[in-house]
């Protein structure tokens, strides 16, 4: 069983997420952007795994989250989804995988482990 912080603006994509992992046996912690994403995420020192969205309606954004966690020593898998970055500008920031939208749902579950 893995922590997993899901960061989305979404919240179809965000809570279906949530329930696809949640059904896997995975203990689950959402946030609606980046800034309360970062939040959580610090506020969460137990987190194993963080998926993130790119383009989300706040002052930052999820390539910015992911060099702030990275930057704060996480060690753990990053996971970037987007419909609009790109994969190399997601690798560059810290991400371990993007995930382009829309992406099978057997995808992210593999993308986890």
Do not use: W, Y
């Amino acid at each position: 069983m893995k922590k997993i912080l899901i960061v989305d603006d979404d919240s179809f994509i965000r809570e279906f997420i949530a329930d696809l992992f949640k059904t896997m046996g995975h203990q689950v912690i959402t946030a609606e952007n980046a800034e309360n994403g970062l939040e959580t995420f610090i506020q969460n020192t137990d987190i194993d795994v963080v998926l993130t969205d790119d383009a989300m309606p706040d002052e930052g954004d999820g390539l910015k989250l992911i060099k702030k966690i990275r930057q704060l020593g996480f060690r753990g898998k990053i996971l970037m989804m987007s419909g609009t970055a790109c994969e190399e500008m997601a690798i560059v920031a810290g991400a371990d995988q993007f995930l382009s939208k829309p992406f099978p749902v057997q995808k992210i579950l593999s993308a986890i482990q």
